[in-house]
């Protein structure tokens, strides 16, 4: 039976090689959160919320979906999402890993392959460990690699679904994946795609509907849209086929056994949602915004752009990594230090992460520290 000191000297290792990790309090310049927008703190949303209070909507559920915490508020939220994305359907789970995890532990079946780009969400390697269906990791972005896989597998005997599995902006990255390419791949190929959009939707698209809008509605597409980031509030909204959604009502494990979200989570989404269709200007805000930090921290400090609002700044080593984060984080920002098993051996970073919550002047004073902080660190 293991005990404390068996735990205890699991964490010490941690902390020997600079990757224990602590929860630390949110405190001074926002360079770490993925409030892309600002709109945590719209008051529209927060209004919408304060109203379903007044008029008597629940705090919380009282039960999975399937029992009694089917609330009408989460109905009129997924009538509301479809329409909005384009999708035929669409389901809301409490976070976007658990409707990760669902997505692929319940969709692909025996027989089938499932190729997920290499630099994928945690919680698609969750989802994929209890998938019945074989799975490979390809190299990133690279859709010759994809193409390669599939034919090879499809020489091999392989007679089931081919599903591509991708995230349209790279969480620890921020690079584009080719959306279009991909697509391409799966219509050639006869394949389903799966599409995460979590760091993309309300930031990217017509009204703030991701970086795949064009490809909503589509038979073999299913697409995720986290709320938690651009859209400022919580949960996650899978979109696809009527089927599709009948489908994760009846075998996602993670929608079954969970307590439903929160009814009033569901009226801040669609808040959010109405806010996100009517947000060209933050849009825009958010755009001026990164160019500036592109020359005042990429171009300065000599490293490449990512072409997004998530700026790795790829220091290499853990520890010297850590320094860096903390000496920035004493100088007033909240930055935080990336490791491994998060982003691959050898290239951990600081994940900057631009938001409304900030302007040209905290990019500026912020690029002034960071110089400093990698100066002092060597």
């Known amino acids: 039976m293991a005990s404390r000191a068996d735990f205890s000297r699991q964490l010490d290792a941690l902390a020997a090689r600079g990757r224990l990790r602590r929860l630390i309090p949110r405190q001074g310049r926002d360079f770490a959160s993925n409030d892309y927008l600002g709109l945590s703190h719209d008051t529209a949303i927060a209004q919408a919320v304060a109203q379903a209070i007044a008029r008597g909507v629940p705090v919380g559920s009282g039960g999975s979906r399937l029992l009694r915490g089917n609330a009408p508020e989460h109905e009129a939220l997924e009538e509301k999402a479809a329409d909005f994305f384009g999708s035929e359907a669409a389901l809301f789970f409490s976070t976007g890993f658990a409707a990760n995890a669902a997505l692929f532990a319940a969709l692909a079946q025996k027989g089938d392959l499932i190729l997920a780009d290499e630099l994928i969400h945690a919680s698609v390697h969750d989802g994929l460990r209890v998938s019945r269906a074989e799975h490979l990791f390809i190299r990133h972005n690279d859709v010759s690699a994809f193409e390669e896989a599939i034919r090879h597998w499809r020489v091999q005997g392989g007679k089931g679904r081919v599903w591509i599995a991708f995230e349209t902006l790279y969480s620890m990255d921020g690079d584009i994946a080719p959306v279009a390419d991909l697509a391409r791949l799966a219509a050639d190929e006869g394949a389903w795609l799966i599409l995460d959009e979590a760091h993309a939707t309300g930031v990217y698209g017509p009204q703030g509907k991701g970086l795949a809008a064009a490809l909503e509605g589509q038979e073999n597409v299913v697409s995720l849209h986290t709320c938690g980031k651009g859209l400022g509030v919580e949960g996650a909204l899978v979109c696809a086929t009527r089927t599709i959604k009948d489908f994760l009502v009846n075998r996602a494990r993670p929608f079954i056994f969970s307590t439903a979200p929160s009814p009033l989570m569901a009226v801040a989404v669609s808040a959010a949602l109405d806010r996100i269709a009517q947000a ?3 849009r825009d805000r958010l755009t001026k915004l990164r160019v500036y930090a592109e020359r005042a921290i990429c171009e300065r400090l000599g490293f490449p752009p990512s072409g997004s609002q998530i700026i790795p ?7 010297r990594t ?17 490791r491994p098993p998060t982003v691959p051996r050898g290239t951990s970073r600081l994940r900057l992460s631009l938001t409304l919550n900030v302007d040209e002047d905290d990019v500026s004073a912020l690029a002034d520290a960071l110089a400093q902080a990698i100066q002092d660190a060597p």
């Open 280 to 282: 060209d200007d933050l």
């Open 313 to 319: 700044v790829v220091l290499g080593e853990d520890k």
């Open 322 to 338: 850590m320094r860096v984060a903390e000496a920035l984080q004493a100088a007033g920002f909240d930055i935080r230090g990336i």
